[in-house]
């Protein structure tokens, strides 16, 4: 079965937005949602949000609190990651995936079952 295909990402100024796309054709029994994931330069592998697909209810990390959104479009199967006011920090490859979301401990949990490729995205200074 196919994984999600992701584009967007490229090279953006810092202060400049970014938007990454992610086309889900098939869930997994159990996947509840469409979560976002980046590996940082320094390695550090960090969930970004995520989105369920039946409310379409979501969730971000602190880090793009206020200057992210997740949405999603149904008739296209695409789910959308954006976020605002980029910072050099935010240089990394997302990933998307489908996945079991949940709240634990008062936390967003998502258990991927199915990776995007990848996208490259980098914040210059």
């Known amino acids: 079965q196919p994984s999600p295909a992701q584009s967007g990402g490229g090279w953006v100024p810092a202060g400049g937005s970014m938007r990454l796309s992610c086309v889900v054709s098939?869930?997994?029994?159990?996947?509840?949602?469409v979560a976002w994931f980046r590996q940082t330069p320094g390695s550090n592998f960090e969930g970004v949000g995520g989105?369920?697909?039946?409310?379409?209810?979501?969730y971000a990390a602190d880090f793009v609190q206020g200057r992210s959104a997740i949405s999603k479009d149904d008739t296209k199967k695409v789910i959308r990651l954006q976020i605002t006011n980029l910072k050099p920090d935010d240089t990394a490859m997302y990933y998307c995936?489908?996945?079991?979301?949940?709240?634990?401990?008062?936390?967003?949990?998502?258990?991927?079952?199915?990776w995007g490729q990848g996208t490259q995205v980098n914040v210059t200074s």
């Open positions: 995936a489908t996945a079991a979301c949940s709240v634990v401990d008062g936390s967003a949990s998502a258990v991927p079952s199915s």
């Open positions: 098939n869930y997994a029994a159990g996947d509840n949602c």
């Open positions: 989105i369920y697909t039946d409310t379409g209810d979501t």
